[in-house]
């Protein structure tokens, strides 16, 4: 990931355009199928009548909308008796493009984290810290580009790559206006992007409660008596103001979606737990921890204790960030057990990657620096190699070897289990059509069982 002294920007290219590919390799390979098929139904639609069903569905118009706006100039529509490869590719094109965009989003989401993680320490060097960031950017990007679950949503016609970009984004955009809150227009940017968010899914207001979760512990932290910190916090009045500002800009612009969500969050407290919610909450945890981490099911929970690692790193070094990291995983997991609804699937968390991942990122390159620092105190003790030392003589390559190791590690056995997504069994839908096509005519009845798919 680095060469010489200065960090490579040939690193994260590469990473976006590995993303790029893997998210394009035959993705018409298989047919529409599941859900995929109600986008192309009902994205095709006028925005209107697109507004009107989705105010009936699960998931909010604007994906159905941008989805319905690319394809309408792409896909050929009424060109063919059946749907075809190119028409299936079209339609999951914008998926694969919101992949690799949060790929490189996530990179400057993970570099700005660090930074703020290392700052924020009294145990600051300048130059290490640098590097220190940019190797957890590149990790947490190179492993995000190669999870199983990214690139499974990267290659549907569905709105959940665009929420995970949307998500990451938002996030971003987050701390960058934390950074320097009396810009307005950051705050402004950021929230249109949280608007965005909570208008293609519901989970959208959870990632609002995270960042809300952040500004409330760092509020706290600035309050307390810390006097060994190289770099104080700023005053945080000026932040809440801007969050305030920005989260009411954002339920403005929902306005036209508040009576739809009230509509659900009503009929939801009527029903009550849907076909017994999500059974076991053990088990659904569990459900959560495999779909996040590569299988298999020992690797994920390998996955999930880096993460609690980088979670105990972090609060040794800012536990704002540790909170925040918290919050991300736990509101999500813990969302459908208290409301019972089995339709919250613990594989469409994707979303929950790319901070997810950024935490692991910490962990590996805190567990190889920790490595590095007791081979060099046993060898060189005081010595000006020393890797807590921001010296001229800080060597980098040298500094990662044990934190690239593991990262490769990861990065490993996250592409074996993204093989798999390319030998997922699916069913044809695009020769049913065809043979539909054939046998039957327009007055004939066509009877299905209840596994219709």
Not at 35 to 52: K, Q, S, V
Not at 56 to 67: E, F, N, S, V
Not at 192 to 198: D, E, V
Not at 279 to 307: D, I, K, N, T, Y
Request: proline content about 6%; glycine content about 6%; aromatic content about 14%.
């Amino acid at each position: 990931m680095y060469s010489g002294n200065k960090p490579q920007t040939g690193s994260i290219l590469f990473i976006i355009a590995l993303s790029l590919a893997l998210n394009l390799h035959a993705l018409a390979a298989d047919s529409f199928w599941g859900d995929e098929i109600l986008t192309a139904a009902f994205a095709g639609n006028a925005p209107a009548e697109i507004i009107r069903w989705t105010a009936t569905d699960i998931h909010p118009p604007l994906y159905y909308l941008l989805a319905g706006a690319f394809t309408h100039f792409t896909v050929p529509l009424g060109q063919a008796e059946f749907p075809t490869q190119t028409w299936d590719w079209l339609w999951r094109f914008p998926s694969a493009m919101a992949g690799a965009l949060a790929v490189a989003v996530t990179y400057c989401l993970a570099y700005r984290l660090s930074r703020l993680a290392y700052h924020t320490t009294h145990f600051y060097a300048p130059h290490k810290a640098q590097w220190n960031s940019r190797f957890v950017a590149n990790a947490a990007a190179l492993l995000l580009c190669l999870a199983p679950i990214a690139i499974k949503y990267g290659q549907e016609a569905r709105m959940h790559a665009l929420f995970m970009l949307l998500t990451v984004l938002s996030t971003h955009l987050f701390f960058r206006a934390m950074s320097r809150p009396q810009q307005w227009t950051r705050w402004l940017t950021y929230a249109l992007a949280t608007s965005a968010g909570i208008y293609t899914m519901y989970f959208g207001f959870l990632i609002l409660a995270t960042h809300a979760g952040f500004l409330l512990s760092s509020t706290i932290h600035y309050q307390l008596p810390i006097t060994n910190y190289q770099l104080p916090t700023q005053n945080p009045k000026s932040r809440i103001v801007g969050f305030s500002a920005a989260a009411v800009l954002a339920f403005l612009l929902y306005i036209p979606w508040w009576p739809v969500l009230f509509n659900i969050l009503r009929k939801r407290a009527a029903v009550g737990a849907i076909e017994g919610g999500v059974g076991s909450p053990p088990e659904f945890v569990s459900g959560v921890v495999q779909a996040l981490g590569p299988m298999p099911v020992p690797v994920a929970w390998g996955f999930l204790l880096l993460f609690m690692t980088g979670l105990i790193f972090l609060a040794r070094r800012y536990w704002p960030l540790a909170a925040f990291g918290g919050l991300w995983l736990a509101l999500p997991t813990a969302l459908p057990i208290v409301l019972g609804d089995p339709r919250a699937l613990q594989f469409r968390y994707a979303f929950v990657l790319p901070v997810y991942l950024t935490v692991i990122a910490y962990a590996v390159v805190n567990i190889g620096t920790f490595a590095r620092s007791k081979l060099v105190c046993d060898s060189r003790s005081g010595s000006d190699n020393h890797p807590d030392n921001g010296g001229a003589k800080f060597s980098g390559f040298r500094h990662y070897q044990a934190a690239t190791y593991l990262v490769w590690l990861l990065a490993t056995v996250s592409f074996l289990a993204t093989l798999d997504v390319y030998h997922q069994t699916k069913p044809n839908w695009r020769s049913a059509a065809a043979y539909l096509n054939e046998h039957t005519a327009p007055a004939d009845i066509i009877l299905i069982g209840p596994l219709w798919d």
